[in-house]
């Protein structure tokens, strides 16, 4: 055993920091327990070098002589007779409250007793909630029904029929069991009791014992304004009751907002697409624009591009997170004229005739693309 590396043994280097070492310990133990490993007769022994190099390694002084002169300065400050003077004989300090956490992984329980437990609390409940994007904007009140656990009105959410408890008979009234493992005793909740320390002798026939039922619950939830997509609400109290009258759980509601016909919500800002004539487009003018609070007229100026981008500002949505609200942003689509009639035909081929008499006067885009396209042809050709 002198010539054991105990750094080794937990596969850390020699500048390990005192964290390192820790979750070193933790991972070896979890590996070489000795009841993860049933068919190793000599996992038992290398538990004990990995408990006996974390014991050492953890002590700065102790680290420190291990260091400097070897195991044999350290081999008899184990405080055991184990291998090389370490034993079995328990853990102490922050090496118990680490064994805690590896019994809660390795046998799916609390390895720390904490006596008897307080009444459960309730699960909680998500659901969601579509609400139109006028009401995520304006704030809406919703009437939801919602199947959930409440508490039994007949006990009382007690779970017992003539509201009486006895001591549990397996733990005695502590609310734990001690549970042997290998060369461990693990503590856990009692089973027959759930951690409550009593029982109920004559349980209600309502909730057989449970202390609450299933039912569906009518909820008036109000939705702020200013909410988006995504959101979510928290109405605490409001989820399922906990078993025999612990306190109830929190309801969640995620909001889901329908796409809107007109408007496209980003954050704060409002987007919506406008068809204009190819007359307002040319000689300019003026179209009526919805938003939130009405009509509005936005005044187009002559010669609009399509897709050229108008903003209002204050037009957009007050938002739940601020005190400011945002734009709308509106951008025009100049729409080409269908089902034309004769008349009408003749009155654009005029038109046209006029404008291409002009060159490139009226169309000074139309010029700039196709000469970007003559050279990117040129230099294709080269």
Same mark, same amino acid.
């Given at each position: 055993? #002198?010539?054991?590396?105990?750094?080794? /043994?937990?596969?850390?280097?020699?500048? #390990?920091?005192?964290?390192?070492?820790?979750?070193?310990?933790? !991972?070896?133990?979890?590996?070489? +327990?000795?009841?993860?490993?049933?068919?190793?007769?000599?996992?038992?022994?290398?538990?004990?070098?990995?408990?006996? #190099?974390?014991?050492?390694?953890?002590?700065?002084?102790?680290?420190?002589?291990?260091?400097?002169?070897?195991?044999?300065?350290?081999?008899?400050?184990?405080?055991?007779?184990?291998?090389?003077?370490?034993?079995?004989?328990?853990?102490?300090?922050?090496?118990?409250?680490? @064994?805690?956490?590896?019994?809660?992984?390795?046998?799916?329980?609390?390895?720390?007793?904490?006596?008897?437990?307080?009444?459960?609390?309730?699960?909680?409940?998500?659901?969601?909630?579509?609400?139109?994007?006028?009401? #995520?904007?304006?704030?809406?009140?919703?009437?939801?029904?919602?199947?959930?656990?409440?508490?039994?009105?007949?006990? +009382?959410?007690?779970?017992?029929?003539?509201?009486?408890?006895?001591?549990?008979?397996?733990?005695?009234?502590?609310?734990?069991?001690?549970?042997?493992?290998?060369?461990?005793?693990?503590?856990?909740?009692?089973?027959?009791?759930?951690?409550?320390?009593?029982?109920?002798?004559?349980?209600?026939?309502?909730?057989?014992?449970?202390?609450?039922?299933? *039912?569906?619950?009518?909820?008036?939830?109000?939705?702020?304004?200013?909410?988006?997509?995504?959101?979510?609400?928290?109405?605490?109290?409001?989820?399922?009751?906990?078993?025999?009258?612990?306190?109830?759980?929190?309801?969640?509601?995620?909001? +889901?907002?329908?796409?809107?016909?007109?408007?496209?919500? *980003?954050?704060? +800002?409002?987007?919506?697409?406008?068809? /204009?004539? @190819?007359?307002?487009?040319?000689?300019?003018?003026?179209?009526?624009?919805?938003?939130?609070?009405?009509?509005?007229?936005?005044?187009?100026?002559?010669?609009?591009?399509?897709?050229?981008?108008?903003?209002?500002?204050?037009?957009?949505?007050?938002?739940? !997170?601020?005190?400011?609200?945002?734009?709308?942003?509106?951008?025009?689509?100049?729409?080409?004229?269908?089902?034309?009639?004769?008349?009408?035909?003749?009155? /654009? *081929?005029?038109?046209?005739?006029?404008?291409?008499?002009?060159?490139?006067?009226?169309?000074?885009?139309?010029?700039?693309?196709?000469?970007?396209?003559?050279?990117?042809?040129?230099?294709?050709?080269?």
């Amino acid at each position: 055993m #002198a010539q054991k590396d105990l750094y080794k /043994i937990l596969g850390i280097e020699k500048s #390990a920091t005192a964290a390192e070492i820790k979750k070193a310990f933790k !991972r070896t133990a979890m590996k070489l +327990h000795p009841d993860r490993n049933a068919d190793d007769p000599s996992a038992q022994d290398k538990f004990k070098e990995a408990q006996m #190099a974390y014991e050492i390694l953890k002590d700065e002084q102790k680290r420190q002589a291990y260091d400097q002169y070897g195991f044999d300065a350290v081999s008899g400050q184990g405080g055991g007779q184990g291998p090389g003077g370490f034993g079995g004989g328990g853990f102490h300090g922050d090496v118990g409250d680490m @064994f805690g956490d590896i019994f809660s992984d390795i046998f799916g329980g609390g390895g720390r007793g904490r006596g008897r437990q307080g009444p459960q609390r309730g699960r909680d409940v998500q659901i969601e909630m579509t609400v139109e994007l006028e009401e #995520a904007i304006n704030g809406v009140s919703k009437e939801i029904n919602i199947p959930t656990m409440v508490s039994c009105d007949p006990c +009382h959410g007690t779970g017992s029929k003539d509201g009486k408890t006895s001591t549990c008979s397996t733990c005695g009234g502590v609310g734990q069991v001690r549970m042997q493992q290998g060369m461990f005793s693990v503590q856990q909740a009692c089973p027959d009791c759930k951690g409550q320390g009593q029982t109920i002798s004559n349980p209600c026939g309502s909730c057989h014992g449970q202390g609450r039922k299933q *039912e569906k619950t009518k909820l008036n939830v109000k939705i702020p304004a200013g909410v988006d997509q995504g959101d979510r609400i928290r109405l605490s109290g409001k989820g399922e009751a906990g078993p025999q009258g612990g306190p109830a759980g929190d309801l969640y509601v995620d909001i +889901h907002v329908i796409p809107h016909k007109i408007f496209v919500r *980003e954050g704060d +800002h409002l987007f919506c697409e406008m068809p /204009i004539d @190819f007359a307002t487009a040319c000689l300019g003018g003026e179209i009526i624009v919805p938003t939130l609070t009405g009509e509005v007229k936005l005044k187009v100026p002559a010669e609009t591009q399509s897709g050229k981008q108008f903003r209002l500002r204050g037009k957009g949505v007050k938002s739940i !997170r601020s005190h400011s609200t945002g734009d709308l942003h509106c951008k025009v689509n100049v729409e080409t004229p269908v089902s034309l009639s004769g008349e009408q035909k003749d009155l /654009i *081929e005029q038109l046209d005739k006029t404008i291409k008499a002009s060159g490139d006067k009226n169309n000074p885009r139309k010029k700039g693309w196709f000469d970007n396209v003559k050279s990117f042809l040129d230099k294709m050709t080269g």
